[in-house]
């Protein structure tokens, strides 16, 4: 049941950035020294995800954890200077359940973390 509560978490934030605030919509799930940002505008059919990387952290991703990034479709294409990107359509409830499962099973399988819940997401509305 923990899983649907972090999936169901998740989704309501994304449903928070693309029916409210403005152009400038993001927020960061931190999962220990990990995290996942968002960023979308209000009424946005996609939005861009980003899984941290290598370039960010003080201890380095193991090689089965970039594995696992790729597998789940993360682009490594600018890792040397950046995170693993995504951009995810966000047109529908489905997608938008689909989104929060990927999400949840990046910070589950990558970077460890059991759980998601409010209290490690930091929200901006703009």
Request: glycine share 4%; proline share 2%.
């Amino acid at each position: 049941m923990d899983d649907q509560n972090s999936i169901n978490t998740i989704r309501s934030i994304i449903e928070t950035l693309i029916f409210e605030g403005g152009e400038d919509n993001f927020c960061t799930i931190t999962l220990g020294e990990y995290y996942i940002q968002l960023a979308c505008s209000k009424g946005s059919l996609e939005i861009y995800c980003e899984a941290v990387s290598n370039y960010y952290l003080e201890d380095p991703l193991t090689e089965d954890q970039k594995d696992t990034l790729i597998q789940l479709n993360w682009d490594d294409s600018v890792i040397e200077n950046g995170n693993y990107f995504r951009s995810h359509p966000i047109d529908s409830e489905s997608s938008r359940e689909e989104l929060a499962h990927l999400l949840f099973q990046t910070a589950k399988q990558v970077y460890h973390c059991a759980t998601i819940n409010l209290n490690q997401i930091t929200l901006n509305l703009a």
